[in-house]
T-cell receptor, first 117, second 114 residues
Framework: GAVVSQHPSWVICKSGTSVKIECRSL??????MFWYRQFPKQSLMLMAT?????????EQGVEKDKFLINHASLTLSTLTVTSAHPEDSSFYIC?????????????FGNGTRLTVT | AQSVTQPDIHITVSEGASLELRCNYS??????LFWYVQSPGQGLQLLLK??????LVQGIKGFEAEFKRSQSSFNLRKPSVHWSDAAEYFC????????????FGAGTRLAVHP
């Protein structure tokens, strides 16, 4: 089946530094990737949608200058948390959809746990 | 506004017992409905989905769900729970067109007693 690899699986960084999270589709071409954020014991909140080769579309309330998303190829999207602060600590999950119709299923990565100290 | 409600935050069942997880949605058009399962520290795995047709859908791992338009519900069921089913379960709704911009419920954490 389709596999989405997310790296790193966990990261600890100091306040004020930037962190990059990678999301790769290993065996299919991902035209669309979605980035979610999940707070402890809460649901997933969609942060942004990225289509290969174009700018990401951010959900209301998500700072695009803080959460930089790049989807430069059909197999890779990155989320960079810039100038991270403790309140950015969370579980970030990406999902990817292949190059077909809207009914092509989403495949989720295993998530990245970010802790900002 | 579109929303998904999972009334039960936490459910505990005995191994071998039946299970029903509730999901209610609010959506203006015909929704696409999904159930996902998440193990601790992991991503989400699709259990089943409803797009159209038969309102009783079968999924993986012995799960099924029934779409009831009159009740705006899409409850997940399993006749006999296994200890390995302990996880977090999320119901999600999406616009027509499939998997775009899914809206997730708050999740139900399932514990299974031996």
């Amino acid at each position: 089946g389709a596999v989405v690899s997310q790296h790193p699986s966990w990261v600890i960084c100091k306040s004020g530094t930037s962190v990059k999270i990678e999301c790769r589709s290993l065996d299919f071409q991902a035209t669309t990737m979605f980035w979610y954020r999940q707070f402890p014991k809460q649901s997933l909140m969609l942060m942004a949608t990225s289509n290969e080769g174009s700018k990401a579309t951010y959900e209301q309330g998500v700072e695009k200058d803080k959460f930089l998303i790049n989807h430069a190829s059909l197999t890779l999207s990155t989320l960079t948390v810039t100038s991270a602060h403790p309140e950015d600590s969370s579980f970030y999950i990406c999902s990817a959809r292949g190059r077909r119709t809207g009914n092509s299923p989403l495949h989720f990565g295993n998530g990245t746990r970010l802790t900002v100290t | 506004a579109q929303s998904v409600t999972q009334p039960d935050i936490h459910i505990t069942v005995s191994e071998g017992a039946s299970l029903e997880l509730r999901c209610n949605y609010s959506y203006g058009a015909t929704p696409y409905l999904f159930w996902y399962v998440q193990s601790p520290g992991q991503g989400l795995q699709l259990l089943l989905k409803y797009f159209s047709g038969d309102t009783l859908v079968q999924g993986i791992k012995g799960f099924e769900a029934e779409f009831k338009r009159s009740q705006s519900s899409f409850n997940l069921r399993k006749p006999s729970v296994h200890w390995s089913d302990a996880a977090e379960y999320f119901c999600a709704v999406g616009p027509s067109g499939g998997y775009n911009k899914l809206i997730f419920g708050a999740g139900t954490r399932l514990a299974v007693h031996p």
